[in-house]
């Protein structure tokens, strides 16, 4: 594959992870500092090839990744290729001699700490936690010295020269996070014929008056349609008003979708379907 494939980076990240699990190790991998440095590149016009891209969209103990939700809204020109899940084990790390009675800052990613927070009362009931741009970031400013500990991955560790202290600190003994496959080409790959999952996400604006909502859903309930992800977010300049992104397990091509989607698409103010997709 000769397409670069942007990720939250640095190296040693989970999304470093979920890149080479899904593309393999000889992949061109390009590590991007945050989500909207992730999206710009993939927007980004006259790139040749043109780029992939690999960002986290949801965890099963944290629920959605908000900063990937914020930049699928911003752009329309996205399509999701594909979904999968890695699991996720996190791991308290810190210098060389650091015991945990000595730490007093813990540091990475709000959503990790979000899935270690009871451990961490626990664990460091001293510690101020301070959220970073991401785990590998994390790992490195623990290594730069101080009372800093942090959280990431056993890679991150190994690079930074870090010794782990407690390994999987997650609170959910089972902790996974999903992942979107990203693409801005024209040209879309073809789905898979035997694609046993097929799952399609939109993203739709709705009035704000009594009800809205209820009614753009209820064509999904009328063409036996499930729903297996709905969240919100504030739309920018419109305090107290929100799109909603809506995952279905259909594919949007088939007669019943379809003609739920015509629906929905009267009852919204507006509405555009960011991809349909294989769940592997």
């Known amino acids: 594959m000769n397409h670069p494939v942007l990720y939250l980076g640095p190296e040693g990240t989970h999304s470093h992870e979920a890149a080479m699990r899904r593309f393999g190790a000889k992949a061109k991998r390009v590590p991007c500092w945050s989500h909207h440095d992730v999206f710009a590149r993939l927007v980004a016009p006259r790139q040749k090839p043109r780029p992939l891209a690999v960002v986290p969209v949801e965890n099963s103990s944290e629920g959605p990744v908000t900063q990937t939700l914020d930049q699928l809204a911003r752009h329309s020109g996205i399509e999701i290729l594909d979904s999968f899940s890695l699991p996720v084990s996190q791991h308290l790390m810190a210098r060389r001699g650091l015991r945990l009675e000595d730490i007093r800052q813990v540091l990475s990613h709000p959503q990790v700490l979000g899935q270690c927070r009871a451990n961490l009362a626990r664990l460091l009931p001293q510690a101020e936690l301070i959220p ?40 959910s003994a089972v902790n996974v996070t999903r992942f979107f496959t ?24 709705v009035s704000n008056r009594p009800g809205a909502l209820l009614h753009v859903l209820a064509p999904f309930d ?59």
Do not use: C, M
């Open 132 to 171: 970073e741009s991401s785990t590998a970031a994390a790992a490195a400013r623990a290594a730069e010295g101080g009372p800093v500990a942090a959280i990431a991955s056993a890679a991150a560790a190994r690079l930074n020269k870090l010794v782990i202290l407690q390994k999987n600190i997650q609170d």
């Open 222 to 280: 009328a063409f036996d349609i499930n729903l297996t992800f709905i969240q919100s977010r504030p739309l920018p300049g419109r305090p107290w008003e929100y799109g909603f992104f809506i995952e279905a397990a259909t594919d949007w091509r088939s007669e019943p979708a379809k003609a739920a989607w015509q629906v929905v698409r009267v009852l919204a103010e507006s509405s555009r379907i960011i991809g349909v997709y294989p769940v592997k």
């Open 182 to 205: 990203l693409s801005t080409a024209r040209k879309k790959p073809p789905l898979p014929p035997n694609a046993k999952q097929l799952r399609s996400l939109i993203y739709l604006v």
